[in-house]
C-alpha cells in the first residue's frame, strides 16, 4: 500500500475545500472562453451531464458519471494530453471511455510545473495526478459510506460503480457525487498499487486522434476572433545587425494593412530569465487584416539596419545566474569551425579528473584520438511560430502554443504593466515543441501589439520568420582519445568538448565511473547567433560522438562493441571510479538496455547485406539503446529497421511511447544525416525547406521496433532519450556498410574519413 | 478587390481577395476552413495539401485564377464524419504526434490511393515523399497508408 500526503499538492485542495462549502460548481472553466465543452462530448460521443461538480483542480465528476479530467501541461507531440489524464482516471477508478479531456490554462495555484521540457512532465506531475484521482476515489467512498452507513472500507471503487457487497449496495458515481463534493478533502489518500492498475501501462488511443484527422482548428495558429487583426515582424537581416530606421508611409497605404511601428521588447533592466532569451530585441510590426496582406505588405517595408555593438545579457535560470555575451560583427561558418578547431587543440578548463591520464597516455602503447561536430539546427515545428493576444486596459488575455506559460507570464505581466493575476494564459494543441517554444518572445510580443492596437490580435511568423530568427541548436565539437596498452587494454580516456556558444559535454556520464584514468575537458566560443535548448540539448550531440568512438574504440581492441560496452559498465557497477556520487547513471539499467536490445535484434546473428550498429545512451533519467539496420542499394546506404530497447520506469502509454521512441529514432537519423544552418556575413543560409533539409520518406527506415524494460519504478523522461543515441548507431552502421566513419554531421555533406 | 467565385466541399463560396492571395490563404483567412496547415509557404512541405479535381496539390503555392472553374476538397470535405478510409487508418495506426502535418498526409495519400489503389511500399514512399512530418512519424504513416489501401479495395 502507498499512502501519499495530500499536503504534497496541498495548494490544489486548500481552494477546493473553500469551494466544498458551496460543492456545487457549475461550468468549473477557469475562463469561459474557447472552450467548446459541448463540441467536445459530442466528438467524443458522450451525454453531457446537466451539472458538473468539481471534486479538485484536476478534476470534475458529472451527475451522469462522465467525467472530466484537465491535463494541465502543454501538449506539443508528447501524448501528454492522453497520458497525464490517464494516471488520474487509473487512480480514479473510471471507464476510460466516460473521460473528457479538458486543456488546463496556465494556473499556478492549483498544479505544478506546467511545462513542457525536459522531458519532465509525467514524472513531475506523476504523485499528483494520482492523487487527485485517488482524492476523489475516496471522497465517493466516503460519500456512499455516509448514504449506505457502511464502513467506506468495505466499499470497492470499480469503472465508475461504487458497490458494497454485504449490503447489496450500489451506485455510479453521478449518483454520489453530489454528496462527495461535500466530504472534506482527506489529509492523506491511499494509492492503488502498481499491480493494480488497470490504464496506466495500457495503449489508449490520442484524445485528439479524431480532431486531428478531421481537420478541426486546434493549434494556436487557427485561432479566430472577431474583430481579430494579424500581426507579422520584420526582424534583422541577420545576427549582429539592428534597427535604425524605417518608412512605413507607402506599406500603410497597401489594403488591409491597418499600421507598421517598431517595437522594443525588454527593458534594458529588465531581469530576464532564460526563457525570456529573444534574438532581435527590436522589431518592425506590420498589422492588417488578413495573413497574406501583412505578409506582402512586409516584403514592400523599407528598413535600414546598423551594426549592433557588443552586449552582454544576464540571464536567470533557476536561480543560477548567467552572463551571455554577443560579440558585435558578423559571423560565419568557416570562422567558426576554424575557432573551434584552433581551441579544440589549446588548453581547456578540466570538468573531471579520475587517476592519472597524463601518465596513462604517456604509457601508452596506441592512443587513438578521433574528433567529432555538428552544425547549427533550426528546430523549425511545422507549426511557425505564432500567438494570441486581447489586451485590454486592465487584462490580457493570451492563447497559444508555448512550452513555457509559467515563466513566460512573468515577462507579459512585467512589459504590460500588469499585474500577474490580471495576465491569463491559455494554451491551444502545438504543432511541435522541441525546444523552441520555450523561448516565448512570440508572447511578449504579441501582448505588446495587442496592447498598442487596443484589438485582438494573432502575430504569426513566416517560415522564413521562423528559421532566421531562431533560438538554434548550438554548433558542437568534441574530440576523444583513448590509450591502449601493450596487451590493447584501455587504461585512459580523454574528452575534449566545446561549442558556440555552450560546450556539451557531461562529464559524469558514461564512460565516466568505468575508466581509472579519466580526463574530461570542455570550453566554449561567444557567439552573437542566438541559441538555446533543441531536443535533448547537448547529449543530441555528444552521443552520438561518444557511441562512434566506442564503437571505433571496440574495434580496435577486437571486441564486439556490445561487450566491450558492458564491461565497462560491470566495472562501473561493481567498482566504480570516483564516489558512488559522481557517476550520474545507474550502471546496471544501462546494461539492461544493452542486454535487451541485444536479445530483441538477434544481435550477432547477422543477416547478409545488412549492416548493423549499436549505440547506448542515458539522459533524461532514462536509459536507451538501439541496434540500426543498413542496407545498401545501388551503392547507397539505406537505413532499413531500428531495433530499440528502453527503460524509462512505468510505462503509462505503450503504444504512444512507442510512436515517441519510432520518431526520435527516425528525426536522429534526419538530423544526423541531412539537416544543418550554415551562416554567412551573419545570415543563416537556409531559411525555407528548399535549402534546409528535413528527412522525408523515402530516407526514414522502414521499421522501429520498440521493446520496454518491464518496471516498477515511477516513470522518467520519454520525449527526449530515444533522439540522442541513434546518431551514434547510424554513423557505426554506415562504418559497416561503406568501410568509413563518419564524424562530421551532417553526415551527407561529410568530407572523407580523417582516419590516418 | 475581385470577387470570385469557388467551389470548396461540394458548396460554393464567394470571395473577395486580392488576386494573388493563395487559395491557402483564402481557406484560412476567408473561409474559416483551418484544417489546410502553413508550413512553408514554397510548396516544399505538404501541410497545405489540398485535392484540385481530385488532385492533390499544394494551396499556398495555387492562386483563385488556377483553380477556376474546378472543386476543391479540403480535409475538412474529405468525408463528412472522419470515417474516409484514410482517414480511419490513420485512426487505427495513431498516426499523429503533434498533429500539425497530418491533414495535408491524409489529403496527399487519399488522393493517390484514389488513383493507385494496389500500392507497392516505394510507391507510397514515392507518393508521400513531399510531405514532411517534423516529429518523423513515417514508420505509423506507411503503414497507415497500407491499411488504408487494403480497405479501400
Known amino acids: 500500500m502507498t499512502l501519499v500526503r495530500t499536503q504534497l499538492g496541498r495548494r490544489a485542495f486548500i481552494k477546493n475545500t473553500g469551494m466544498a462549502g458551496g460543492g456545487l460548481v457549475l461550468g468549473f472553466s477557469f475562463f469561459n472562453a474557447c472552450k467548446p465543452k459541448v463540441a467536445e462530448a459530442v466528438a467524443m460521443e458522450l451525454e453531457m451531464p446537466e451539472t458538473w461538480y468539481e471534486i479538485n483542480g484536476y478534476l470534475k465528476i458529472g451527475d451522469n458519471g462522465v467525467v472530466t479530467i484537465m491535463s494541465p501541461n502543454p501538449e506539443i507531440g508528447q501524448n501528454v494530453r492522453t497520458s497525464m489524464p490517464m494516471i488520474v482516471a487509473d487512480e480514479l477508478e473510471i471507464d476510460w471511455k466516460n473521460v473528457v479531456v479538458e486543456q488546463a490554462p496556465l494556473n499556478t495555484n492549483l498544479y505544478s510545473w506546467q511545462v513542457a521540457g525536459g522531458s519532465r512532465s509525467i514524472s513531475s506531475s506523476w504523485q499528483n495526478l494520482r492523487m487527485a484521482g485517488a482524492t476523489a476515489r475516496h471522497m465517493l467512498k466516503e460519500a456512499a459510506a455516509q448514504a449506505w452507513q457502511v464502513p467506506a472500507s468495505e466499499i470497492t471503487a470499480i469503472a465508475g460503480v461504487l458497490t458494497h457487497e454485504a449490503s447489496g449496495n450500489s451506485a455510479g458515481y453521478g449518483e454520489m457525487v453530489s454528496a462527495a463534493a461535500q466530504i472534506e478533502v482527506p489529509e492523506e489518500v491511499e494509492l492503488k498499487k502498481n499491480s493494480e492498475f488497470s490504464i496506466i501501462g495500457t495503449s489508449r488511443k490520442n484524445v485528439d486522434g479524431k480532431k486531428i484527422v478531421t481537420g478541426k482548428p486546434l493549434f494556436g495558429i487557427d485561432v479566430m476572433r472577431e474583430g481579430m487583426l494579424i500581426a507579422s515582424l520584420v526582424h534583422p537581416p541577420a545576427f549582429g545587425k539592428q534597427l535604425k530606421s524605417f518608412d512605413a508611409e507607402e506599406v500603410k497605404k497597401m489594403p488591409g494593412i491597418r499600421d507598421v ?496 | 478587390m475581385p470577387t470570385y467565385q469557388i467551389n470548396v466541399n461540394g458548396a460554393s463560396k464567394t470571395v473577395d481577395v486580392a488576386e494573388d492571395t493563395p487559395v491557402l490563404w483564402v481557406l484560412r483567412d476567408h473561409l474559416d476552413l483551418v484544417g489546410t496547415k502553413y508550413g512553408c509557404g514554397i510548396g516544399q512541405c505538404g501541410a497545405c495539401t489540398i485535392h484540385v479535381d481530385g488532385t492533390a496539390m499544394r494551396s499556398c503555392s495555387l492562386t483563385l485564377a488556377q483553380i477556376d472553374g474546378k472543386s476543391i476538397t479540403t480535409i475538412e470535405g474529405l468525408s463528412e464524419d472522419g470515417t474516409h478510409p484514410v482517414q480511419e487508418a490513420w485512426k487505427e495506426m495513431d498516426v499523429p504526434q503533434c498533429g500539425y502535418c497530418q491533414a495535408g498526409q491524409i489529403m496527399t495519400a487519399s488522393a493517390f490511393l484514389a488513383k493507385n489503389p494496389n500500392p507497392s511500399e516505394e510507391d507510397i514512399e514515392n507518393a508521400m515523399n513531399g510531405n514532411i512530418c517534423r516529429c518523423a512519424t513515417y514508420t505509423r504513416i506507411r503503414k497507415a497508408v497500407q491499411i488504408a489501401a487494403e480497405n479501400m479495395d
Not at chain 1, 300 to 319: C, I, K, R, S, Y
Open chain 1, 261 to 756: 511601428f517598431s517595437v522594443k521588447l525588454y527593458d534594458d533592466d529588465f531581469d530576464k530569465m532564460a526563457f525570456h532569451f529573444t534574438a532581435f530585441n527590436e522589431v518592425v510590426v506590420v498589422v492588417g487584416e488578413t495573413t497574406w496582406q501583412v505578409f506582402q505588405a512586409k516584403k514592400a517595408l523599407n528598413v535600414e539596419w546598423e551594426d549592433a555593438p557588443e552586449v552582454t545579457q544576464n540571464l536567470t535560470l533557476f536561480g543560477n545566474e548567467m552572463k551571455v555575451k554577443h560579440p558585435a560583427g558578423m559571423e560565419d561558418s568557416e570562422s567558426h569551425t576554424k575557432r573551434l578547431k584552433e581551441l579544440i587543440a589549446s588548453t581547456a578548463k578540466v570538468a573531471r579528473r579520475d587517476g592519472n591520464p597524463e601518465q596513462a597516455f604517456k604509457n601508452a602503447a596506441k592512443v587513438i584520438e578521433r574528433s567529432y561536430s555538428c552544425p547549427f539546427l533550426a528546430h523549425n515545428t511545422m507549426e511557425p511560430m505564432n500567438f494570441f493576444a486581447n489586451v485590454t486596459e486592465d487584462h490580457a488575455e493570451l492563447l497559444g502554443p508555448t512550452q513555457t506559460p509559467e515563466w513566460m507570464e512573468v515577462a507579459v505581466a512585467e512589459r504590460l504593466g500588469l499585474p500577474l493575476e490580471k495576465v491569463d494564459i491559455q494554451m491551444t494543441r502545438q504543432g511541435g515543441g522541441f525546444g523552441r517554444r520555450l523561448y516565448g518572445h512570440f508572447m511578449v510580443e504579441v501582448a505588446v501589439i495587442s496592447q498598442r492596437m487596443s484589438a485582438p490580435v494573432k502575430l504569426v511568423y513566416t517560415r522564413e520568420d521562423d528559421m532566421s530568427q531562431g533560438i538554434y541548436r548550438p554548433s558542437y565539437y568534441a574530440t576523444y582519445r583513448a590509450a591502449l596498452d601493450a596487451d590493447n587494454n584501455l587504461i585512459g580516456f580523454h574528452v575534449k568538448a566545446g561549442g558556440i556558444p555552450e560546450s556539451p559535454l557531461f562529464a559524469n556520464r558514461f564512460p565516466a565511473g568505468s575508466i581509472d584514468n579519466y580526463l574530461a575537458e570542455d570550453f566554449t566560443v561567444d557567439t552573437n547567433i542566438t541559441t538555446g535548448a533543441f531536443r535533448a540539448p547537448r547529449s543530441n550531440f555528444i552521443a552520438g560522438a561518444e557511441q562512434s568512438f566506442l564503437d571505433e574504440l571496440a574495434e580496435e581492441m577486437g571486441k564486439d562493441p556490445i561487450d566491450f560496452r558492458l564491461e565497462l559498465l560491470k566495472r562501473a557497477e561493481e567498482n566504480p571510479v570516483g564516489s558512488p556520487e559522481s557517476n550520474d547513471y545507474d550502471a546496471s539499467r544501462y546494461a539492461g538496455v544493452l542486454k535487451l536490445v541485444r536479445e530483441k535484434a538477434n544481435w550477432g546473428q547477422n543477416e547478409a547485406g545488412v549492416h548493423r550498429g549499436v549505440s547506448a545512451y542515458f539522459c533524461h533519467q532514462s536509459y536507451v539503446a538501439q541496434v540500426l539496420d543498413v542496407v545498401m542499394e545501388n551503392d547507397t546506404p539505406v537505413v532499413q529497421k531500428v531495433t530499440a530497447a528502453i527503460d524509462c520506469g512505468i510505462v503509462v502509454n505503450p503504444d504512444a511511447a512507442s510512436n515517441l521512441s519510432e520518431g526520435g529514432a527516425v528525426d536522429g537519423i534526419g538530423h544526423a544525416m541531412y539537416s544543418g544552418l550554415t551562416f554567412k556575413d551573419g545570415a543563416p543560409e537556409q531559411i525555407n525547406f528548399d535549402r534546409y533539409r528535413l528527412i522525408r520518406h523515402r530516407e526514414a527506415p522502414k521499421a522501429v521496433e520498440t521493446h520496454f524494460v518491464e518496471s516498477d519504478i515511477d516513470p522518467t523522461g520519454m520525449g527526449e532519450p530515444p533522439f540522442p543515441p541513434i546518431m551514434g548507431a547510424l554513423a557505426n552502421a554506415l562504418y559497416k556498410a561503406t568501410g568509413r566513419r563518419y564524424y562530421h554531421q551532417p553526415f551527407i555533406t561529410d568530407k572523407p574519413p580523417l582516419i590516418g
